[in-house]
């Protein structure tokens, strides 16, 4: 870019960020760990860029869409009773703001899973064999969708790295009424999604502590054992590094996260005997499908 036009360009950047502050941009606490967030964004423009990334995601022609029923089934259900739990959450206003919807990818070697702001929700069956059962794979959704629910990714575009491809961004976007605005990778990466399909940026540790804490807590409220929450972690660590997933990159060893999650557990199974209990049956296995 040419000097000359670098300060009208950064007027504008003002002048969205000044916009950006008045529509909504806060300071606020999260509600169950009481750590303070930085938010520049207001939560419609997230949920707006949430949507179009799920879009993205959903049309890579590499992305198949599994039909199956004894895939699909057990994530809906799982998914339903997560989703329930936050609407009776401290996220409850965000969990009802959302357009929930749910997408299985068949993707057998992908251990991974994501919830995006607005509430769009993947999850490819290479978790299968890492979550298990039923229990297991709502503490998977119970961390992704806190993702969401916490405004995480927002947290992200609102740090200094990414503000000036947000705000870029967020031009394109107010010009188009966000509809065909392209996804730039800035933003993808602020909300965990890499562009190549089946890859997720880490989140900072302390999202994933938050994550995980709060994510186990939504899921014994749905229902769920928050033992099963252990087990997935070890199953994780047992499967090594085969494939880059978001649960193996990032930055808490195995070990720190089990004894986090030990350290949560007396809460979580508060919330659990408090809770109707949901079925507990096993995932599908993926050999010879
Ligand atoms: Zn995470």
Known sequence: MARETTRPHRNVFLALLMGLLAAGASC???????????ILLPASYEDKLGDQAYAQVLKDPKVRISQDPQE?????????????????????????RFHWDVTVIKDDKTANAFALPGGKIAVYTGIFPMAKNEAGLAMVLGHEVIHALARHGAERM??????????????????TQGVAAPMRSGVMQALGLGTQVGV???????????????GMRIAAQAGYDPHEAV?????????GGAQPSEYLSTH????????????????????YAQASRAPAANLPTLQGR
């Open 72 to 96: 699909v089934d057990p994530v809906k259900r799982v998914a339903a009773r997560i989703i329930a739990a936050a609407k009776q959450s401290k996220y409850a206003e965000a969990a009802n």
């Open 200 to 214: 997720l940026f880490p989140f900072s540790r302390a999202h994933e502590s938050e994550a995980d804490h709060v």
């Open 28 to 38: 606020a606490t999260n509600p169950y760990t009481e750590r303070s967030q930085l």
């Open 231 to 239: 087990h997935v972690w070890e199953r994780m660590q047992q499967a």
């Open 158 to 175: 609102s740090q200094g790295m990414v503000t000036d491809i947000v705000l870029k961004g967020a031009d394109v976007a107010l010009q």
């Open 252 to 271: 808490p060893s195995h070990g720190t996260r089990i004894k986090q999650l030990e350290a949560w557990m007396p809460e979580a199974l508060t919330d």
